[in-house]
Every structure is written in C-alpha cells, then in structure tokens.
C-alpha cells in the first residue's frame, strides 16, 4: 500500500468541545456518506454540519478521500474547524482526479477491499449518513460484524429526512422471521439530528455476545 501526505500537516484540534460525561477521549470517527452528484442541496449541508461538529468535539474524520459531493463537503468542513483528516482512496479514483489532496493523510490503496478495511482500522466510530448502495455496502459490514461481536464500536446512522426508513423496515421484517440475529438492533444506533448522533457516537459500547440462533 502506497501511503502519501499532503495538505495542512500543521492544523491543529480545537478544545472548545462538548460531550456527554464520562466520555472525554479524541475519537478517529470514520463518515459514510455520498459522492453523488445528482442529490439534493440538503445532503451536502448535512454532511458540512457534520464536520463542523466533529471538528467542534475535537475528532478527527476519516472519509473516502474524495472531493466530490459529501465527501468533499463532510472534509472541508471539518479541516475549516480544526479538525485533523484523514482520507482513504482507491488508485482508481486517484487517477480520474478526484482525490482530497489537502487531507492532513491521504492513504491510496490497491483497491476498494482494502480501502475499507484500512478505514475499519483507522476508525474507533462510525457515522453513517444518506447514501446509495456503496454507502450500504460499507454499513452492513460494519453492523454484520458488530452484531458478530467481532468489534464494539459505535456505528450510527444520522437519517434526518427517513431515506433509511424502508432498510430499518426490511431488517425488523428479517428479524421477526428469523433471519437475523437478537443483537442486530443493539449494535446500531438511530439519530435525526447532527448533535445526537455525535452523543450516540460518543456513547461507550460494549461487545455483544454471540448467540447461535436455534
């Protein structure tokens, strides 16, 4: 893996932070979210929320690493902020030129297998916003493996406008016939708003314990 830094290796965190008690640690919060460009203007003010109030708690975002769409407005909110930043991209969208070269880390992989599992292991949280099926395939292996008991950490979706109402649906349907394991719906959090779902990610989590369905 070939890892290259670039932008503003002297930005700094901001200590006017606000946290539920009990929890006072920085925190590596890894945002999924869009890099569509066809969305409506909500979703990017959403995502530039989103960073501001990270860089406002003092964490620092790990993203997709590109510039385009959320991703883009999620980063450049959160660098405007103070925050630290760290992005994780596929050479393949390095080469269209669509890569956040003013990430404080930008870290190309080989491709998007390894892209994920280096965001998984750079992130202590996981904050989920409106996507499509890339931001979905990248939530159902962090909640899959949560439910697994193969990590604890805080995965939240942040769904102010109900986009994820028929997915939360369709698992609750999975669920009461079986499908799924009793723990699905404590390994994930819910949040309409940008200042719950960062109490929620804040929130100490513990494993859940792995029970073999009958």
Not at 33 to 46: E, G, Y
Not at 67 to 96: F, K, N, W, Y
Not at 102 to 121: H, Q, W
Request: with cysteine; charged share 25%.
């Amino acid at each position: 893996m070939d890892r290259d830094q670039a932008g503003n290796q002297g930005v700094g965190r901001r200590s006017d932070r606000h946290r539920p008690s009990g929890v006072s640690e920085d925190r590596n919060v890894c945002v999924f979210c869009s890099s569509s460009q066809r969305i409506a203007p909500k979703f990017l003010k959403l995502a530039r929320e989103v960073g501001g109030e990270l860089a406002r708690r003092g964490h620092t975002l790990v993203s997709g690493g590109a510039i385009v769409s959320c991703m883009g407005e999620v980063a450049r909110a959160a660098r405007a902020g103070g925050a630290r930043t760290v992005g994780v991209i596929p050479q393949v969208l390095v080469d269209i030129e669509i890569a956040d070269t003013d990430s404080d880390e930008l870290v190309i992989t080989s491709g998007m297998r390894e892209r994920k599992g280096e965001m998984d292991a750079r992130s202590d949280a996981f904050l989920v916003l409106p996507g499509g099926i890339g931001t979905l395939e990248e939530l159902f292996e962090i909640w899959s493996t949560r439910v697994l008991g193969l990590h604890a950490k805080p995965l939240v979706i942040l769904d102010p406008w109900g986009l994820y109402d028929p997915l939360r649906a369709l698992v609750e349907g999975m669920y009461d016939q079986g499908f799924t394991r009793p723990g699905v719906f404590d390994a994930i959090s819910w949040a309409t708003g940008v200042p719950e779902a960062f109490d929620l990610l804040e929130k100490r989590q513990h494993h859940i314990p792995l029970v073999d369905p009958d």
